[in-house]
Every structure is written in structure tokens, then in C-alpha cells.
């Protein structure tokens, strides 16, 4: 992975955060630094899955197939992905913009 990559990935996440309050930032630079290195990552694996495929099919059986190892990493990162973007969101109190409309009832 080439460390711009990695930088310019930081910056449009922390970008996305702005207004939050800079010491939660800085709190959570860690887990940033890790979405952002699980991102261009997730790109790579994207990239090589749509060169490779994400099953092996036998030739003369189609019916015999076998899942590549691509594909289990991909679906690996991206929940990992998910897990730290959603932790992010939490404690950066950032809101779902649709919400279930009972916000008013609590």
C-alpha cells in the first residue's frame, strides 16, 4: 500500500467528521488511521477479485466450483470496515441522517 494512499484516505475521512469536536478526533485517530488502511485495501482486493473472479469454476463441470481466497478476505475487511466506521459514528455522535422518526418521543 503506498503511504499517500493511506494520507489522502485519513484526510477525506477526517474530512467527512468535520465540526466534530477535535479532541474526539484526535481520541480516535487510531481507529481512523485503521478505516482508512482497511479501505484502500478493500479497493485492492476489489481490484484483484475483478481480474481473478471471486469463485473458481471447473472447466468441464460447472457444477464444481471452489470459492477463492479473495473472496473470503474481501467479505473479511469489508465487515471489519463496517465494525470501525460504525464505532466511529457512534462516538463521534454522529446521527443517522433517515432515523426512525421517534426521536421526537424519547
Not at 488502511?37 to 469454476?57: D, F, P, R, S, W
Not at 471489519?80 to 418521543?105: A, V, W
Request: proline share 2%.
Amino acid at each position: 500500500m503506498k503511504s499517500q494512499d493511506i494520507k489522502n484516505e485519513i484526510d477525506r475521512l477526517k474530512a467527512q467528521f468535520e465540526g466534530v469536536d477535535e479532541s474526539k478526533l484526535n481520541v480516535l485517530d487510531a481507529l481512523i488511521n485503521q478505516a482508512a488502511h482497511e479501505t484502500i485495501y478493500l479497493k485492492k482486493l476489489n481490484a484483484q477479485a475483478m481480474e481473478t473472479g471471486l469463485v473458481k469454476v471447473h472447466p468441464d463441470d460447472n457444477t464444481v466450483q471452489k470459492v477463492l481466497p479473495v473472496s473470503n478476505e474481501i467479505n473479511r475487511h469489508a465487515a471489519s470496515l463496517t465494525n470501525i466506521i460504525d464505532k466511529l459514528c457512534k462516538h463521534l455522535n454522529i446521527d443517522d441522517e433517515e432515523g426512525d422518526g421517534l426521536d421526537e418521543y424519547e
